[in-house]
């Protein structure tokens, strides 16, 4: 890809969009209200009728919560308790295991009532797909944090299948103080803690049988995984990364890192890197700190590939995805984030680094998410869900007029695709070829058609007329030679 010119702007550049006015051909509209705390949407892939919102804690419960958009109801899928209550504490993140519909295993990411981190494993009964079974609860992992802030919280599988886990530096300011290792800090230290880290993890095996307290295993692609730093480590130098994203089109990480005094900043990591230091805590987004534990514009720091300032109200990043949806095709490929305390949305294009006033929602972005469609959501902290909706005159595919976007039909089943050109088959124009109707031609339709011409059962609408002269004879079977021949488009 993309992002060899790093373009950092300040937050006057992003001056001019009203608030509530939607730029492009989309907007995000509210879908329900009355959750509690949402800080993350999610489905599981293939699971088309159902979002899961992930809300932080209501006293010391933690909650899953099932939306169905369908019906506009809302169900309760896991109560976790206790969790602990701070405002950057509680239940933080949701991940299905890519082979959820067989294993109906999921991971969560939260702090319990000592504050401790905690990577818990679940399955849902068998029988009721939409309530968990408390006695699968498996903890694979804790790390102990010095302080209530900073808990990161975002966890996601990736392209690879591993469990990746986003982990802020433990709190306090500069990253120093107590449970923060002196003059380097804890996102520059890669021996003795996982705080400040893009952690790595695999959840299929246990390379530590005998230590209950670490039940994964370690990817042999991670950069410390022969040796020089905590072996689950993926990726460092970071304060605390509030909401992360795989493209799921491409691979590719992006993480949005929430600054201290002036800057937030977007990172990017290709699919195809380790090891990446994205430079906390000597380095706040593009500037010097003054701060120790690494040298200020090394080359071996990785750069954000945009900043923002702390201005005109704004506070906080709240990291959001590359929309692929295919209801909306003018923004597909655009990185939508957002910032926490005055509700902007922007919308960054990979391709030369440009960012464009999106949308303003008001106070409390918490979190972006996807469904199973590849569709934008996202949540705000006063209880509301929103989707990122077309707006105007829809110009996604829709050959077969029903209302929605092709890729949808054929992505649950409404519509088949069997020859995986895109469009549905029922809008396929017609291909002599293709004689048996499944899309495609092959020797089935050879053998389909020499079935039929022999006097054996047709396809349904087929005769071995196949000239359409009126009879059945050498001439239908030396047309049917020819058109198979040519194959279909």
């Known amino acids: 890809m993309r ?31 009355g959750l509690t705390k949402p800080v993350f949407v999610t489905a599981p892939a293939g699971d088309f009728a159902r979002i899961f919102v992930v809300e932080q804690f209501s006293n010391t419960t933690g909650r899953i919560k099932i939306f169905r958009p369908a019906t506009g109801t809302t169900s309760t899928f896991l109560a976790l308790t206790p969790v602990s209550n701070s405002d950057e504490q509680g239940l933080l993140g949701l991940a299905f295991h890519p082979d ?11 702090t319990d009532a000592a504050g401790t981190t905690n990577i818990r494993e679940y399955q849902t009964f068998a029988a009721n797909p939409d309530l968990t079974e408390p006695a699968t609860a498996r903890t694979l992992l804790t790390i102990t944090q010095p302080q209530a802030n900073h808990n990161g919280g975002w966890i996601a599988f990736g392209p690879d299948g591993f469990l990746y886990i986003g982990m802020g530096d433990g709190g306090n300011r500069d990253d ?25 993890i695999d959840v299929n095996r ?14 042999s692609g991670n950069p410390f995984a022969g040796g020089g730093g ?14 992360n994203s795989f493209d799921r089109s491409t691979g590719e990480l992006w993480i949005a890192d929430v600054g201290q005094d002036v800057w937030e900043e977007v990172n990017y990591q290709p699919s195809s890197s380790v090891g990446r230091n994205y430079g906390w805590r000597c380095m706040e987004a593009t500037h010097c700190t003054g701060l120790g534990g690494c040298t200020c514009n090394a080359p071996a720091l990785t750069l954000p590939v945009y900043e923002y300032q702390h201005a005109s109200g704004r506070c906080s990043i709240s990291g959001g995805y590359v929309y692929r949806g295919c209801a909306i095709p003018s923004l597909v490929g655009k990185y939508f984030f957002a910032d926490y305390c005055t509700g902007e949305i922007f919308t960054l294009n990979p391709a030369n680094s440009s960012v464009t006033p999106f ?13 199973a469609y590849g569709e934008m959501w996202c949540v705000r902290s006063n209880g509301r869900l929103y989707k990122l909706t077309p707006t105007g005159t829809p110009q996604f595919l829709d050959c077969n007029a029903n209302g929605r976007p092709d890729c949808w039909d054929i ?56 000239d359409g002269d009126g009879t059945s004879d050498f ?13 279909c488009p």
């Not at 959820?100 to 939260?110: E, G, L, M, Q, S």
């Not at 649950?412 to 809008?427: E, F, K, L, Q, R």
């Open 359 to 371: 949308q303003s929602l008001g106070f409390g972005i918490t979190s972006f998410g996807e469904d």
């Open 206 to 219: 246990d390379d530590y049988p005998g230590d209950a307290t670490k039940n994964y295993g370690i990817p």
């Open 176 to 200: 120093t103080g107590s449970g923060h290792v002196p003059t380097v800090g804890n996102a520059q230290t890669l021996t003795g803690t996982l705080l400040g880290k893009m952690l790595r």
């Open 3 to 33: 992002l060899k010119v790093r373009a950092i702007m300040t937050a006057g550049v992003l001056f001019g969009a009203p608030a509530g006015t939607a730029l492009g051909q989309g907007s995000f509209t509210q879908v329900t209200t």
């Open 411 to 466: 992505a649950d089943g409404t519509a088949s695709d069997n020859n995986d050109n895109g469009v549905p088959d029922s809008c396929d124009p017609p291909c002599p070829a293709d004689f048996d109707g499944d899309g495609t031609s092959d020797f089935f339709d050879y053998d389909a058609f020499v079935t039929c011409f022999e006097g054996g059962v047709c396809p349904p609408g087929k005769t071995a007329d196949f």
């Open 230 to 243: 905590e072996p689950e480590i993926f990726a460092y130098g970071l304060r605390n990364p509030w909401r």
């Open 475 to 487: 001439f239908d079977y030396d047309a049917f030679v020819v058109a198979f021949e040519a194959g």
């Open 100 to 110: 959820f519909a067989t294993n109906r295993k999921f991971y969560v990411n939260f």
